[in-house]
Structure formats: C-alpha cells, structure tokens
C-alpha cells in the first residue's frame, strides 16, 4: 500500500521527538522525503536528520520554524514546497501541555498551548492548500487527540486547543472535497512520549498522589486496554491516511485509543 508513497514529500511539524518523530521515521521508510521541525539540541537534531536520512535512503531535511510564529510557519510550508517541487503530506502534530486548575492557569501557557496546538494546524494548512490544490492531490493530517472528542480535569487549555482541531478539520475537508485534498484527524490515546511522561509528574503534582497512582488510576484507566498505544499503531493509521486506498476518507476524526471514548 505505501510503496506508492515513495518520492513524495512530507513535512512533520513537532517531530524531533516523540510521536512527530516515529510519524516522520515510518513515511520515511516508506519513501517519503521528509522535512522536520521541531526543537532539541540542535546537534542531536542534526544526528536525527542524518540518521533517518541514511537508514531510509531518502532526503530529510530540517526547519526551525516556531509554531508560534505565523510567518516562520508559512515559511516552513511554502520553502518546502519550492526546494522539492512538490508538497503532498502535512501533518501537523506539534504541541505542548500544562496541567492546572481553570483558576490557577497561568495565561502564557493558555496563549502558547493555543497557538501551538490549534493556531499553527491553520497557519500550515493555510500555506500548504496552494501546492496541493495545483497538484490535484494531497494529505492533510492532523494529530490530535482523544481529547478532542473528551474532557479531562485540568487541561482546559489543551483540550480546547483539540476539541478546535477537530472542527477545523472538518471544516477544512469540506472545503477542499473537490480538490484531490484530504483533510483528517487522529485521535490517539495515551502514549507513552515524553511529553505524557511529563503529564504523570505533572498529575502527580496537582492531585497529590503518587506517579504510581497516576498510571494506574488516572492515565490508563480512561483505556479499556489497559496498555499506551504505540507509535507504530500510529504509523499504520499515518500511511493508510496518505496512500491512495485512504483517499476516501475526509473529514474524519478517528480514534486510536484502546476504546477510551467507545464508552
């Protein structure tokens, strides 16, 4: 199914590490040229890059654009587009986290979890709608979350900035129906990334329980499952979402949570 994919262009936004990073890895191995982004030190960033590069024989580049920054967005996007000639996958999956009550949530980290989880989804997909639209093809996927389809305490910024995802997403696919575009979300559980290891301190923190306690009673148990979902399960969605058996599937809001939001 993905070997179709080979020679296309992807850019991963936020895949320096963690779920951005085994997204852009496995359209790499499929043949994608990828562009990453991301922040990390930046020589360990350049081992990445090299390291993709050469395990999957394909060109991988990198931009520093700041997911804040609207006009470095919309750079990444249309310099993509002119240094391969050819723009066909996005997936926009950077984003942050902060754990707070409503009451006590400090308002940089509302605007900045806004901008990075929600507005940066519309200032990329916005730039890349140009080069797709020409070419009569293209992927649109957004990484959002099953909270986009649910709530969770002490995450009101997060889960505004996912449950925004979802409705740009639709509204978006409807949009570009007629164009060969497709525009679709995935919604995954919890994975254990570093930034969910982040949430179990930070849980930890503002419920006054243990690390321990949050794994077992807060983070998997809203998964039937019991078990994180994995990148790799990720990956398998990722590649039937760009290759052409996918192309029927727009405006989709698809689960990969152990059945979390089933209930």
């Known amino acids: 199914m993905t070997s179709e994919l080979r020679g296309q262009v992807a850019i991963v936004t936020g895949s320096t590490s963690g779920i951005g990073l085994g997204l852009a890895d496995a359209l790499a191995a499929a043949g994608v040229n990828i562009v990453l982004n991301g922040l990390g030190d930046p ?5 990445t890059r ?19 920054r609207p006009a470095e967005i919309a750079d990444l996007v249309t310099s993509t587009s002119a240094d391969f000639g050819r723009l066909d996958i996005l997936v926009n999956n950077a984003g942050i986290q902060h754990v707070s009550p409503v009451e006590d949530f400090p308002l940089d980290a509302w605007d900045r979890i806004i901008a990075i989880n929600l507005s940066s989804v519309f200032h990329a997909t916005r730039a890349a709608i140009p080069a797709m639209k020409a070419a009569g093809r293209g992927r649109i996927v957004n990484i959002a979350s099953a909270h986009a389809l649910v709530a969770s305490p002490f995450k009101s910024a997060y889960v505004a900035a996912k449950h925004g995802v979802a409705g740009f997403t639709k509204s978006a696919a409807l949009e570009l129906a007629t164009s060969g575009v497709t525009v679709n979300a995935i919604c995954p ?3 254990k990334t570093p930034l969910v290891e982040a949430q179990i301190a930070d849980q930890a923190k503002a419920r006054g329980i243990s690390e321990e306690a949050v794994m077992r009673d807060v983070i998997l148990a809203a998964q039937p499952t019991k078990r994180f979902v994995t990148v790799e399960q990720l990956a398998g969605m990722l590649l039937y979402l760009c290759a052409d058996a996918g192309a029927s599937v727009n405006g989709a809001i698809l689960s990969v949570d152990g059945g979390w939001t089933a209930a």
């Open 43 to 47: 020589a360990a960033i350049e081992a």
């Open 189 to 191: 559980g919890y994975v």
């Open 50 to 68: 090299a390291g993709m590069a050469a395990r999957h024989g394909v060109e991988v580049r990198y931009h520093g654009a700041d997911m804040t």
